[in-house]
């Protein structure tokens, strides 16, 4: 399963979970924690600081 499929697949519509494909294409689920929230704000910050220069 591609991306696209998941995003056409209507049983995904409104998801209350947030998942994620492997390189395999298989699907994975799991709640996003303190941890990844950390290291989403890096990574922001991190894009904003080089693709603004």
Same mark, same amino acid.
């Given at each position: 399963m591609n991306w696209? &499929?998941?995003? &056409? $697949?209507?049983?995904?519509k409104d998801f209350p979970f947030k998942f994620e494909t492997d390189r395999w294409g %298989?699907? /994975?689920? =799991?709640?996003?924690? $303190? =941890? &990844?929230?950390?290291? %989403? /704000? =890096?990574?922001v910050g991190l894009l904003e600081r080089f693709l603004t220069n």
């Open positions: 696209q &499929d998941i995003c &056409d $697949n209507p049983l995904f %298989h699907i /994975v689920m =799991r709640p996003a924690g $303190n =941890r &990844d929230s950390r290291y %989403h /704000v =890096r990574i």
